[in-house]
């Protein structure tokens, strides 16, 4: 023995590299975007939400039958109750049962963001590690859930308390699949936008103002849409790319995503992710109102926005203790720190630490107040 400490070291890196393609008719039968990747006569495990399955399944299975690929096409359900360990084991039981090639036949995921979500994190624990595609059909997945790569399933009644990070080889956006979708689950990735746009777009959030109405009417399916859509997702992508593995802890955009983790938890049969997200924006801007952070006629717009778009927002829900805890858990979640993203003026964002439970308690009856005046009659006012 030489006495000499004895080290070895290991250093590497891998680069991450995915496009998020729009890819419209994604299964019209001219298109080949979904075998761009991967062996093109292979087998895939493709996972589709049962809603999706309900408009569309007849057409991805004549799509992947017209290509003679072997496709097994397991159906399962979206919804915040399926994204569970149960329905994560099941569908690894059902992919050991449909072999595929470790590298070559990646798994496709068509869904919203709870089948995103869990089917990466599938990609990600099955023979540690195996590709996949995604395939977002919620609003919510198109500008946020499907974009980043971000793998998990809840547990323990925390939300995503279990996951990796995952990176797919491709996102493929069709926009048309968004026509389906039922009005409340619009508003609910309506929610991500606005939460984007007011901490880092003041022209996404002028967007929102001129045409937001008319693009749920439409059902994101017009011009003014796809505006809307490509500068959400663009702003997402550059707020998540320098950041993907959340080495920087001061997100912008986690605004919405501090008291609203106890909300989802606590209410799931009641809450949307988005629309607890949307309680939790506006319980901030008026905190930040109270500190002179936000001009109080910036966070009158968002109220405004809110009342124009008609998104629901139940009072009833907001509980100063649950949403407390929720802060603090979010605390050990940014590491000791609040970190929490406020809105310094439409467009503009900055980071507290220092929020107090007095503050909280102080803005939710004044929350409360503005949304009931904001939906009564203005005769009655
Ligand atoms: N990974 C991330 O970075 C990230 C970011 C934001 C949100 N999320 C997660 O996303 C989840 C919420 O996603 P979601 O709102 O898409 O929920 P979801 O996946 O449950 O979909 C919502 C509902 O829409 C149905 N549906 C899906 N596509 C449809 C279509 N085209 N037509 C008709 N119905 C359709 C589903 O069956 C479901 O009932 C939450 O669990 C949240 O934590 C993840």
Not at 4 to 31: E, H, N
Not at 41 to 67: C, L, N, S, T, Y
Not at 197 to 204: C, F, G, Q
Not at 358 to 373: F, G, H
Request: hydrophobic share 45%; proline share 5%; net charge negative.
């Amino acid at each position: 023995m030489s006495g000499v400490p004895t080290r070895w070291q290991v250093r590497a890196q891998r680069p991450i590299a995915y496009d998020v393609i729009k890819t419209p008719g994604l299964f019209d039968p001219a298109c080949d975007a979904l075998l761009a990747h991967g062996r093109p006569q292979g087998r895939r495990f493709v996972v589709v939400d049962a809603e999706v399955a309900r408009h569309h399944g007849a057409a991805i299975r004549a799509w992947f039958d017209a290509r003679g690929v072997q496709a097994r096409i397991q159906v399962v359900p979206g919804g915040e109750e399926n994204k569970t360990i149960e329905v994560w084991q099941g569908l690894l039981r059902a992919l050991d049962a449909f072999p595929i090639h470790r590298r070559d036949e990646p798994i496709i995921v068509i869904g919203g963001g709870v089948l995103t979500d869990v089917v990466a994190f599938v990609a990600a624990s099955y023979r540690r590690g195996v590709p996949h595609l995604k395939v977002p059909t919620t609003l919510m997945g198109y500008v946020d859930a499907a974009l980043g790569i971000k793998a998990g399933i809840n547990f323990n009644a925390h939300k995503n308390r279990l996951g990796s990070f995952e990176p797919p080889l491709a996102v493929l956006l069709d926009p048309t699949l968004l026509a389906t979708l039922p009005r409340r689950h619009l508003m609910n990735g309506v929610c991500e936008i606005i939460k984007l746009a007011i901490v880092r777009d003041r022209a996404l959030f002028e967007a929102l103002e001129r045409d937001g109405a008319a693009c749920v009417a439409a059902r994101f399916q017009d011009v003014a849409s796809e505006a809307i859509l490509d500068a959400a997702i663009g702003g997402m992508l550059d707020e998540l790319a320098p950041n993907l593995h959340e080495d920087e802890l001061e997100r912008k955009v986690d605004f919405g995503h501090t008291f609203s983790y106890g909300l989802e938890a606590r209410h799931a049969d009641r809450l949307l992710h988005g629309e607890a997200v949307l309680l939790d924006i506006l319980v901030s801007c008026l905190i930040a109102e109270r500190r002179g952070l936000l001009p109080a006629a910036d966070a009158a717009r968002i109220f405004a926005l809110v009342q124009q778009l008609e998104i629901g927002l139940d009072c009833a829900l907001l509980d100063a203790g649950l949403m407390w805890e929720s802060l603090l858990d979010r605390t050990l979640h940014r590491d000791g720190l609040q970190r929490v993203p406020m809105p310094a003026g439409l467009g503009r964002c900055v980071f507290l630490n220092d929020i107090t439970r007095a503050e909280l308690d102080a803005a939710l009856p004044a929350l409360c107040a503005r949304i009931q005046s904001s939906h009564e009659p203005a005769l009655e006012r």
